[in-house]
């Protein structure tokens, strides 16, 4: 057994690089992601029907196929639209619209989750329906969302290496650029393991900071 | 002119009409107790009184106005109905000074910093002054309907609504509910409550209402319709809840 | 280049076949595992709840990219053989169906009110058998809509073996899609073949679901 990470120390800096494109591709899906989220939440509640029956229909086609599969299917269709995107834009919109699909459903749970009685107590005090929303459905609804979503977001996090099949440049396609220069295949894809599981972690640290900090009324168990 | 005029008020969900036209004044200052069986209509009346139900005939103005549920100025009107209902429906994720100081602060009803200074008023009302920082989990079934008395007192209601506000309750913390209402009707608040505590209705209330499917079975002072009630559905009731 | 045709879909479908098997193997070898993960976290030892705990982490805090790399390089660097592609594509679906199902059933036991573990236990029952005869099949039950869940993240994420060179079916769409030069046509049709697939599993699983709310 002969392990030699000795040539990797060299493109620390295209790893680090490589890190950071990971990063944007995360924080551009999980934003975009969100905001259909939100809107489709909202719309598969009291949208019209046909809304809600497109809605439906994207969250199954989305949650039965393979993200790859998914991501190549976009990275073909885009061109045929007349929209010549480069990899990692690309990647970035399959990214959103497969964890757009998740999104949806965690949000209308939390927003399904909010008792009729909490929103007619905002209301018998005169509040106005954003009032309503705003200071007596948000928070309670993000408590409950909080686990499903930050665990979707991780899932979000090393998914976006799936981007490296369209040659997208972020840490895994950089992984397999150095792997291809220095022949230390194991070696390579260990440390890129590595700093997967360091952003992991941080984010996963991050998320329990801010749980503390936003939800710190007791709950009945 | 009452303060609550109820024209004749037909309410149906789907083909099932609950409330059969109701009709009942409340002047400013009385204390009308709702009694009745579960099923008879009670909550509705209150719902349809603030406008969380759309009612389906008759009319029910409040100060003169005409109210619907789709009223412009709805808000405004719910700014002078207090209502409290049988499970408090604190907001579990704000203090209690915040779960009281909300809607006087959003509404523009009072200054921020003002806010605290009304908290610890209402909350000495409702004899619950050193709990203002405390949240809502923390606290008895008594002390959190009292909180939510104390969040519709904080809106200086013209009146309140009261749905069975000691039905969820321990029996020995009814008392402590019980009595801050008492105070309240003593300082002259205008109040409709729906309650199967007998003792209050005699004592404290000036109306008492016997609705009986969908109607209004009797109505009178208590004192009268206790010693006397002229229809055997009242006289059942009385009996059954003694 | 030719055009998509039936030989292209009888490919497809054959390759299939070792979508399957990947499937199967993850489930036969990676199930006990998740069992025994389960258990190790439900344990009163608490070396054996750190030790699965760290399994854990580890393994759900790489991409399953990574892993598959991980094994497919690793293995004949540890090992000093060069081992078929289908084992170490297999051991890499076994250990994050391990997992992410010993998670699931985790929460399952964990479900189950520590009560019925004392109650059990004032039987005389032995700590195994308290959990073989009255917490696991309880744990079962509310454990079963999650797993089911869980199948089909697996069989989707069994494309990602296409990336070391295994032929199964999202790789067998990419050679046909290189032949042909119809991504588009042939990729939806792999789409298609997942959805057929995993569309029912996800429709039982919420039926699961569903039936379990109701019974509570
Ligand atoms: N939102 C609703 N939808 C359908 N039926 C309702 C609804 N609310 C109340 N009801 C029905 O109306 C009747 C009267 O209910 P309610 O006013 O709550 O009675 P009470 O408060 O006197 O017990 C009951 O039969 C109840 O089932
Ligand atoms: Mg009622």
């Known amino acids: 057994m002969t392990l030699n990470f000795s040539q990797l120390w060299r493109y620390d800096d295209l790893l680090l690089h490589g890190a950071l494109l990971t990063l944007l591709l995360t924080v551009i899906a999980a934003v975009a992601g969100t905001l259909i989220g939100v809107c489709g939440a909202v719309l598969v509640r009291g949208g019209p029907r046909p809304v809600r029956w497109a809605i439906r229909g994207y969250i199954e086609v989305i949650r039965n196929t393979p993200a790859l599969i998914q991501l190549f299917i ?63 459905v948000f928070l309670p609804a993000l408590r409950t969302i909080y686990p499903s979503f930050t665990s979707q977001f991780v899932l979000l996090l090393l998914g976006t290496s799936l981007a490296s099949q369209v040659s997208a440049e972020e840490l895994f396609h950089t992984g397999g650029f150095i792997d291809s220069r220095t022949f230390r295949s194991f070696e390579v894809y260990a440390v890129v393991c590595a700093i997967y599981f360091a952003l992991v972690m941080a984010f996963k640290l991050v998320f329990a900071g801010l749980q503390r900090l936003m939800f710190r009324w007791p709950v009945r168990r | 002119m009452a303060l609550v005029e109820i024209r004749d008020v037909h309410k149906s969900f789907g083909d099932v009409e609950v409330l059969k036209g109701i009709t009942l004044d409340v002047e400013k200052g009385d204390i009308v107790t709702i009694i009745g069986r579960s099923g008879s209509g009670k909550s509705t009346l209150l719902r349809c009184i603030n406008a969380l139900e759309t009612i389906n005939g008759g009319e029910i103005r409040i100060e003169g106005e005409r109210i619907a549920a789709d009223m412009p100025n709805l808000r405004q009107l719910r700014q002078r109905v207090g209502i409290v209902f049988q499970a408090f429906n604190l907001f579990p994720h704000l203090t209690v000074e915040r779960n009281i100081t909300l809607a006087p602060v959003l509404t523009g009803k009072i200054a921020k910093d003002k806010a605290r200074d009304l908290a610890r008023d209402v909350l000495a009302r409702v004899g619950l002054a050193e709990k203002i920082d405390a949240w809502p989990e923390q606290l008895s079934g008594g002390q959190q309907q009292r909180v939510a008395i104390a969040r519709c007192l904080a809106m200086s209601p013209h009146l309140m609504l009261f749905d069975e506000v000691t039905s969820a309750l321990d029996p020995e913390l009814v008392g402590e509910v019980l009595k801050v209402m008492e105070d309240m009707a003593r300082q002259g608040m205008t109040m409709i409550l729906v309650t199967h505590e007998m003792g209050f209705a005699r004592t404290v209330a000036t109306k008492l209402v016997f609705m009986h499917q969908g109607r209004v079975w009797e109505q009178g002072k208590p004192a009268e319709l206790f010693a006397d009630p002229r229809t055997p559905e009242l006289r059942n009731f009385i009996s059954s809840v003694k | 280049m030719r055009t998509f045709n039936e030989a292209d879909l009888i490919s497809l ?13 993850a489930l036969a070898c990676g199930g006990p595992l998740a069992l025994l993960l389960a258990l190790m976290r439900s344990s009163r030892l608490a070396p054996l709840r750190w030790l699965a705990a760290g399994v854990l982490q580890l393994v759900q805090g790489v991409p399953l990219l990574g892993l598959l790399m991980f094994f497919y390089f690793g293995m004949p660097v540890f090992l ?31 479900a189950v009110k520590q009560t019925q573990w004392e109650a059990a236990a004032c039987l005389g029952l032995t700590r195994w058998q308290q959990f073989r005869y009255v917490v696991g099949p309880q744990a079962f039950r509310m454990a079963l809509p999650p797993t089911v869940g869980f199948l089909v993240q697996l069989i989707k994420n069994t494309s990602l073996a296409s990336v070391v060179g295994f032929v199964e079916l999202a790789r067998a769409g990419q050679m046909a899609s290189a032949a042909t030069f119809q991504p588009l046509l042939v990729y939806s049709v792999v789409a298609a073949i997942y959805f057929t697939l995993c569309l029912p599993l996800t429709v039982w699983s919420r039926k699961l679901e569903a039936r379990l709310n109701g019974a509570r």
């Open chain 1, 74 to 136: 976009i990275f073909f269709v885009l061109p045929s639209l007349g929209l010549r995107l480069p990899p990692f834009e690309a990647a970035a919109v399959a990214l959103s619209i497969y964890f757009g699909a998740y999104a949806i459903e965690i949000i209308r749970a939390g927003l399904d989750a909010i008792p009729r009685a909490q929103l007619e107590a905002g209301e018998c005090l005169g509040l106005t329906r954003w009032q309503v929303f705003r200071h007596i």
């Open chain 3, 13 to 25: 479908f054959s390759a299939l076949r070792w979508t399957v098997v990947l499937v199967a193997l």
């Open chain 3, 80 to 110: 000093g053989i060069e081992v078929p592609s289908l084992v170490a594509v297999g051991v890499a679906f076994t250990a994050y169906t391990a997992v992410f199902l010993g998670e699931i059933w985790r929460g399952g036991i964990e």
